[in-house]
C-alpha cells in the first residue's frame, strides 16, 4: 500500500538512511504460472534492490538494526521510488518486510559490496 509521498531518498520508517545506496532497482516479477487462455500470471507483491559499494560499520549497523527491529512488528515503511511512474518521486510503501544485509568481504574497515533486498512491496 502506498503511504504517501516523502522525500526522493531511501529511508526505513521515515528515517533517512546514513548512507543511500550506490545503486537501487526493482526487480522483474517471475511468473507463477499461465492460466487457460496462455497468460502469464504473476505474484501481488514486488521486491526491490539496494547496493552499496562501501559501509562503515556505523552504517552497516543502522541497516542491520532496521532488519532486526522489524521482528517487532512484523514490517517496516519503505520510502522507495513509485514503481512505473515520472517523474521519480519517493512513496513510502507499508507493510514492506527486509531480507538479511549481505556484504562480500571487509576491506580497510568498511563492507564491500553490501546488499539489501526489499520484498512483499504491493504497487497496486
Given at each position: ?29 517471475d ?15 514486488r ?10 560499520t ?12 522489524q ?10 521510488p ?13 507493510g514492506?518486510?527486509?531480507r538479511?544485509?549481505e556484504y562480500?568481504?571487509?576491506f ?17
Amino acid at each position: 500500500m502506498i503511504t504517501g509521498t516523502v522525500f526522493n531518498v531511501v529511508s526505513f520508517n521515515g528515517t533517512v538512511l546514513d548512507s543511500q545506496p550506490t545503486e537501487h532497482g526493482w526487480n522483474p516479477k517471475d511468473t507463477v504460472g499461465i492460466d487457460g487462455n496462455g497468460i502469464a500470471i504473476y505474484p501481488q507483491y514486488r521486491s526491490y534492490n539496494l547496493r552499496w559499494d562501501f559501509l562503515d560499520t556505523d552504517q552497516f549497523n543502522q541497516i542491520y538494526a532496521y532488519f532486526n527491529a522489524q521482528g517487532i512488528t512484523g514490517s517496516v515503511v519503505s520510502s522507495l521510488p513509485q514503481w512505473n511512474t515520472t517523474p521519480y518521486t519517493f512513496y513510502a510503501y507499508s507493510g514492506t518486510i527486509l531480507r538479511e544485509p549481505e556484504y562480500k568481504d571487509w576491506f580497510q574497515n568498511y563492507y564491500t559490496d553490501v546488499r539489501l533486498m526489499i520484498v512483499r512491496i504491493n504497487t497496486t
